[in-house]
């Protein structure tokens, strides 16, 4: 699949110059759409899933949150590249100037119209890091994000759905049922699938889970204007 964005360079809060996949909504435009990576980088599957959305009206912003300290990273679901990404994830990035790199491309997105986010696997984590942060966002999407249980002290300020696959061996059920606990007020959903069921790259890939996950996410976003 031949996907129809563009790379293109923008300023965040610190000053760096870092990568964001932009793609233009097809048709009327409904909203913004702040897309995370997957650990792995913005890579071909992330851009593909941002024109999607965009197909769908979407105008998206998904930042290479890597940048300063691998530009350009892209990895693959091999054991050695995972190890790379985990890498650079854990010990190489801060997740809180990833915040505040999402913050920037809201602020860009929220002059014309609703914003929303979604994210997969540290997107899922970021989606939900956002969704309690930010004042700009009408909603949010966060799939199977494995540091959402650790962050569930924390409340959205927006409409919130989650998504997690039950044989997720990454992301224990406890976890998520604390969160579901906590938070009555988000929707939780567990579907028969495994990490990462949303991306037909991986072994977890599970067609169903990744449609219903999507089409309770486009209907979330549509009632909160989108």
């Keep these: 699949m031949t996907t129809r964005g563009q790379m293109i360079s923008m300023t965040m809060s610190d000053g760096a110059e870092i990568g964001v996949y932009h793609v233009e909504a097809k048709g009327t435009r409904r909203g913004g759409l702040l897309l995370v990576q ?6 071909e599957h992330i851009r593909e899933q941002c024109d ?3 197909d769908e009206g979407y105008e998206v912003l998904a930042p290479a949150l890597y940048d300063r300290v691998a530009p350009d990273f892209q990895a693959t679901y091999e054991p050695d590249d995972i190890q790379k990404a985990i890498k650079v994830a854990r010990e ?11 913050q920037t ?3 860009r997105l929220k002059t014309s119209g609703p914003v929303f986010v979604t994210g997969y696997c540290y997107g899922g984590s970021v989606s939900w890091a956002m969704a309690c942060r930010s004042p700009d966002l009408a909603a949010a999407s966060g799939y199977y994000g494995s540091m959402v249980p650790a962050m569930a002290d924390q409340t959205p300020k927006c409409p919130t759905i989650l998504h997690f696959g039950r044989h997720d ?14 938070h009555p007020e988000v929707g939780v959903h567990v579907y028969e699938a495994g990490h990462g ?3 037909d790259r991986r072994a977890d890939f599970h067609q169903e889970s990744a449609d219903l996950a999507r089409t309770r996410t ?9």
């Design 169 to 182: 061996h990454g992301i224990p059920m406890e976890g998520v049922e604390k969160v579901a606990a906590l």
């Design 38 to 43: 997957e650990i792995f980088g913005v890579t």
């Design 218 to 226: 486009l209907d979330l976003f549509r009632a909160n204007g989108g």
């Design 105 to 107: 491309c809201i602020d």
């Design 197 to 199: 069921f949303n991306s």
């Design 52 to 54: 999607l959305y965009a």
């Design 92 to 102: 190489l990035h801060s997740f809180p100037l990833a915040l505040e790199d999402c």
